[in-house]
């Protein structure tokens, strides 16, 4: 069989990826072993416009929010599924000095951070003394509605084969690609963590960071907001909620520790005015980078293979902009935003 484009990989880039080419009438053929946790399918789906401890708006928020509002709208009515919402975090200060620096911040931040009209309004539920903010408007993704959805899709299409990418049958040439009884013009990786092992994009500067996440029940908790307050409580499916995470830079394997657990376990007995139960518990490695920005674009040696990878902790606004980016690149031959484009690394890449 001769197609376009082989994706491989279908978390958030691998899907946005196939779709955008898809739409754009290419042939297309995804590739994906079906892990059951990767980042994509533990992550929380939250879009958080100010982050860190000084609160400051994230990279290129201004044009990644409006996009990936659309992207997700659009493929979600596609998908006959809802997948993206507008709603805000309630963020609760942890101290008299966050509060402070809170209070200072939205002075000059009145688009993303708002102070709470009634500062006590939330004490049926949670313990609190120094009051709150709201961060409004966030995204919260149906991230795994989106994934089963297209998946679902691209089977019915035959255009999914559910296998391990086996490198030592795949030929990579100028002229392209030969995988199998595969042929396709390109190759375009969209394979996460496993991204760090792939020989020809190995030398790039990639960081992985573990996290963890438990799923509990907290039945009397209204589900139209996300609750942050060291840790984030984040609606999830099935009447649950996401709570997490670590952001380890250092271990030996992916696995759940009981230390994550009794940590997050002792943090809602005191912050949780109601009651919980935890009913599962996950980890996975995040594909982060050490400038903590992707990769993005063609080989610069080999242009038949193609990567989209390194969205770290914010796949969920990177992944729609980055994948249409891409796309533009590979149709149009529109310049990617320099500083995401691979070719900043051409010699290590040429070397490799
Ligand atoms: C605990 C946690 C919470 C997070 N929360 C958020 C959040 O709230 N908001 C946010 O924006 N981001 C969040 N993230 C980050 C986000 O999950 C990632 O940035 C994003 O999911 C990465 O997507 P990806 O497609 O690059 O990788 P992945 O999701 O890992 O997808 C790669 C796919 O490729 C497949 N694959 C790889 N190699 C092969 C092979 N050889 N053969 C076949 N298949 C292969 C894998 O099986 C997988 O399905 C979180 C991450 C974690 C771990």
Known sequence: MTVDYIILGQGLTGTFVSWNLIRAGKE??????????????????????VTGRRIVRTWRI????????????????????????????????????????????????????????????????????????????????D?????????QKLKNDNRLLEQRFDWSECKVSQDGIEYNSLTAQKLICCQGVAGFDNAWFKNLPFAKIK?????????????????????????????????GSSYEWSYNDVLPTAGFRKKVEEHLKHWLK????????????????IERRPFVGLHPKYTSIGILDGMGTKGCS???????????HLLEQKPLSAEVDIQRFKKILSAG
Request: proline letters at 8%; a negative charge.
């Open 28 to 49: 297309v053929v995804v590739i994906d072993e079906s892990k059951p946790f990767t980042a994509s399918r533990v992550a929380s789906g939250v879009v958080n416009p």
């Open 274 to 289: 109601i009651p919980f139960r935890i009913v599962d518990h996950f980890a996975s490695e995040r594909p982060a980078t």
């Open 143 to 151: 991230l795994n509605t989106m994934l089963i959805n297209w998946r």
């Open 62 to 141: 201004e044009e990644l929010w409006p996009y990936a509002f659309e992207a997700y709208t659009t493929l979600g009515k596609e998908l006959n599924a809802e997948l993206v919402q507008s709603t805000s975090i309630l963020d609760f200060h942890p101290s008299p000095q966050m509060k402070e620096a809170f209070e200072k911040r939205i002075e000059d931040e009145d688009e993303y951070l708002h102070k709470p009209v009634n500062a006590d309004e939330w004490k049926q539920y949670f313990n609190y003394n120094y009051g709150f903010s709201c961060i409004s408007p966030c995204l919260l993704i």
């Open 211 to 243: 996290g963890e996440a438990v799923i509990a029940s907290i039945p009397d908790l209204p589900r139209d907001r996300i609750y942050k307050q060291g840790i984030n409580i984040v609606p999830w499916n099935k009447d649950l909620f996401w709570i």
């Open 318 to 328: 990177l992944a729609p902009f980055f994948a249409s980016q891409l796309t533009e």
